[in-house]
């Protein structure tokens, strides 16, 4: 099982996904500010991974608070939660963890004015979230297996495998694992997904770990592969899905759903319901993190592009809901209208 993120007597344990595939590093995180630095710094990435390492981060800094009194705790902790919500603004996944910790601490406090029981209590939550999103990621698995037919290749975009979660499955990869535990032959094209590079980087070498075929294409290959016939399905993860459908994923998923579409080939989406976004009415409320230009210039030290080039660097878009073909998600599959169908998952 790769352990993308853990909690010990120590601090938080992370794998450091920027230096993949050529060095397996482990950080040890002592405080709440190195815990949202590393989620800033994408030393941890992917939505369902970035909400564990919130909720982590933000048991760690509870109980390292110095307050004498659950009162000041509160004061402390909520703090913390701005610091840890101002990481990654696009994965929604950050914020529903940080207000599952919030009612965490609401329902402690209410039931105890022990300082350290109450630290206790949000620890035990930050650990019953990363269980929970294994769990997750392994019922998604199976949904999204049935989907897929024996003998295809799955193209995807971005990493959304374990990596992206808190170890294990994962989403999009986890709907190819969880074909492969039915029994079925499935290969992968791997998009090398620029300009941070998580498909060659982290698919390539989660999907080698797996002995599971792939392949490793430029991005503007994808239209190509898809022509010649040799792509059967898309699966992407997300990193918010709004109640009307339309997804916010990695920068350059949306050209790969038109492609799908171009091509007659189904589109999938696959995300844990706590990715899902009842509060966003559609892909217009979803706010796109711009990251540094460094990425878009500089391949680690090596610089490609010229000095003082204007550069746009957007580390997300959205896929309107009518090129998908359906969300797959731990509750079960939704299908168009997703307005509808998203909803009734809420009440499996």
């Given at each position: 099982m790769i352990k993308t993120v853990e909690w010990t007597e120590e601090g938080v344990r992370m794998l450091d996904q920027r230096l993949l595939p050529t060095e397996e590093k482990y950080l040890m995180l002592?405080?709440?500010?190195?815990?949202?630095?590393?989620?800033?710094?994408?030393?941890?990435?992917?939505?369902?991974?970035?909400?564990?390492?919130?909720?982590?981060?933000?048991?760690?800094?509870?109980?390292?608070s110095v307050g004498t009194s659950v009162a000041d705790l509160e004061f402390d902790f909520d703090y913390m939660c701005e610091v840890m919500g101002a990481t990654r603004p696009t994965a929604v996944n950050l914020f529903w963890a940080i207000e599952r910790m919030r009612d965490a601490l609401r329902r402690a406090k209410a039931s105890s004015e022990d300082v350290v029981e109450v630290k206790n209590?949000?620890?035990?939550?930050?650990?019953?979230?990363?269980?929970?999103?294994?769990?997750?990621?392994?019922?998604?698995?199976?949904?999204?297996g049935e989907l897929i037919a024996d003998g295809s290749t799955v193209l995807t975009h971005c990493n959304a495998g374990a990596l992206a979660t808190a170890g294990d499955y994962g989403t999009a990869l986890g709907v190819v694992r969880g074909a492969r535990d039915a029994g079925k032959r499935i290969a992968v094209i791997a998009d090398e997904t620029r300009p941070f590079l998580q498909g060659a980087r982290l698919t390539a070498w989660e999907l080698q770990q797996d002995e599971i075929p792939v392949t490793l294409i430029t991005d503007n290959m994808a239209g190509h592969v898809m022509k010649q016939g040799k792509v059967d399905a898309v699966v992407v993860g997300a990193d918010r899905i709004a109640a009307n459908g339309d997804t916010a994923n990695?920068?350059?998923?949306?050209?790969?759903?038109?492609?799908?579409?171009?091509?007659?080939?189904?589109?999938?989406?696959?995300?844990?319901?706590?990715?899902?976004?009842?509060?966003?009415?559609?892909?217009?409320?979803?706010?796109?993190?711009?990251?540094?230009?460094?990425?878009?210039?500089?391949?680690?030290?090596?610089?490609?592009?010229?000095?003082g080039i204007e550069v746009h660097n957007p580390a997300f878009d959205v896929t309107p809901h009518d090129l998908i073909a359906a969300i797959i998600t731990d509750k079960g599959v939704a299908r168009p209208p997703y307005s509808e169908s998203l909803r009734r998952l809420f009440e499996v």
């Open positions: 002592r405080s709440y500010e190195e815990v949202a630095e590393a989620i800033k710094q994408m030393v941890v990435r992917g939505a369902p991974a970035i909400g564990v390492s919130a909720a982590m981060g933000l048991a760690l800094g509870a109980s390292q209590l949000l620890v035990a939550e930050a650990q019953k979230i990363f269980e929970d999103d294994i769990k997750a990621n392994r019922s998604l698995g199976r949904f999204g990695k920068i350059g998923t949306y050209m790969v759903a038109v492609l799908a579409q171009r091509h007659d080939i189904p589109f999938y989406v696959a995300a844990p319901i706590s990715t899902v976004d009842l509060n966003c009415p559609s892909g217009e409320e979803i706010p796109i993190e711009e990251r540094d230009t460094r990425e878009i210039t500089h391949v680690r030290e090596q610089q490609l592009a010229p000095d």
